[in-house]
């Protein structure tokens, strides 16, 4: 005869409950021996669990330093670089994600104390490495299951997450050095953007928040992120519509207003010039795989 045990809920899974979070797209990122990616920036939430190597993550606030085993997590609008910093491969598998209201928010900002690089140092154990290697392979082959897994992982990631809260790695920051202003100007332009979607912000609108010229503004995206104002512009409106898209079951028309576009012509030219198809036919062949 089974002995069997009534299970109730304690904080920890009240807390799971009151996050729910929609994966948006996953990478592998590999960094050779000694050297750094790009700048890098997003208007989502970043989790990147460290398969291999070890290494470091660079703000304008300092350095980071992660190793294999690892699980980060990077804050939206936050500008930032990865770098080996020994003689071997820095390898990470990335989720980029998004919560499924406000209050979702709210609550994963009050329990990672709005940081914004959360490390928490050895908690991924063979077995999730094992896992995430097979997910990230059915990633790879466009495989339609992926999503499903990826989500499990994302939230297996949160309840480590809540779990280890105590745990949040505060002492790993090598050096401390004053927000550049380039970067701070790129990041409250980037921070402007996600706070307004359904504005059409124009170059000028983001002098005038900045309060410098569009030459200026223009070297700080360039050395920042090596494109111009107009493309940063342009290339978060066109990420947020892809998930629009991909995410919702919204119109076009509904998509195309809520990030800033005045209307379904501009949207539908400005998409088809950068991905080659309608949003329509783009919705229908990404839900396709």
């Given amino acids: 005869m089974l002995d069997g045990r009534h299970l109730s809920k304690d904080i920890l899974a009240q807390k799971l409950e009151q996050i729910k979070i929609e994966p948006l797209d996953a990478f592998h990122v590999v960094v050779e021996d000694k050297k750094e990616t790009l700048n890098d920036l997003s208007t989502s939430y970043r989790m990147s669990i460290i398969v291999k190597g070890k290494g470091k993550i660079t703000t304008g ?114 050096s401390k050095s004053k927000t550049r202003s380039s970067e701070y100007i790129v990041m409250k332009c980037s921070d402007y953007m996600a706070s307004n979607p359904s504005l059409n912000i124009t170059v000028e609108d983001l002098c005038k928040l900045c309060g410098v010229s569009q030459s200026y503004l223009y070297k700080s995206f360039m050395s920042i992120l090596g494109m111009s104002t107009k493309a940063f512009i342009t290339s978060t409106k066109l990420k947020a519509a892809e998930d629009g898209l991909l995410l919702t079951d919204k119109s076009v028309t509904e998509i195309a207003l809520e990030n800033g ?17 309608s949003p329509t036919e783009y919705r229908k062949s990404q839900r396709a795989l």
């Fill in 61 to 174: 606030n300092g350095n980071y330093y992660v190793k294999a085993g690892d699980l980060l997590i990077v804050a939206p609008n936050i500008i930032y670089t990865s770098s080996s910093n020994s003689d071997e491969t820095l390898e990470t598998y990335s989720v980029r994600f998004t919560m499924a209201t406000n209050e979702c928010v709210k609550e994963f900002v009050s329990m990672t104390s709005n940081r914004e690089v959360l490390i928490f140092n050895d908690i991924i154990t063979v077995y999730h490495l094992d896992m995430v290697e097979a997910v990230f392979a059915l990633v790879q082959k466009n495989d339609p299951s992926a999503y499903f897994f990826i989500k499990t992982i994302l939230n297996q990631a949160l309840g480590l997450i809540v779990y280890n809260a105590g745990k949040v790695t505060t002492n790993k920051v090598l």
């Fill in 261 to 277: 576009y005045p209307n379904t012509y501009q949207f539908s030219n400005i998409f088809k010039k950068a991905h080659g198809i």
